[in-house]
């Protein structure tokens, strides 16, 4: 994991760099907001460990100012504004977690490792991608090198059951089962149907093909 630590206290910033790294973390570390949120900007990284009183910009300008771009990596703030409106202010201004100055590494580290895990979990289940194909379980929306897809409700569960095992071949028997949650053959030819308008949506109009046919076994979405 790739850390951003933007601290303007020089020996606390080195005593946490360290100590992160020892723990197989890779922190860059940025002395002043102004520094800090041009860093942030860049991405590439999976948290931000941000101070509150900053020099040239505060920490929660800096979360503001990520938000607004849409930028919703998560931000862990360090601040010696322990009170309960300091920390409920910090978290309503878009900070994933507030941590009280001083603090124990070993809390930090637990609140590093929470972080990271709620971030992969919301990932995988809220948007799922393959090649340019991208699925987004919340907003129940599908895009395909930037073109908006409209999918019946059906059509969608299925994509995103052949999406989530991507590279997979798919027997019909298993899309019966978890599409239609049906535990017996009805003797018609309806995966092959919504299969061949899926295909139609998504492929259609594109040089490369993503769901094929496995001739005497199923399907399978991949790149």
Known sequence: MRLLLIEDDLQAAEYLAKGLRENGYRIDHSPDGRDGLAKALAGGYDIIIADRQLPHLDGLEIIAALRRRNDHTPVLILSALGTVDDRVHGLQAGGDDYLTKPFAFAELLARIEALNRRSTA?????????ADLELDLLARRVNRAGRTIELTTKEFQLLEYLMRRAGQVVTRTMLLEGVWNLHFDPQTNIT???MSRLRNAIDRGFSKALIHTVRGAGYVLRE
């Open 122 to 130: 919301s990932a995988e289940t809220t948007r799922l991608k393959v």
């Open 192 to 194: 092959d149907v919504h």
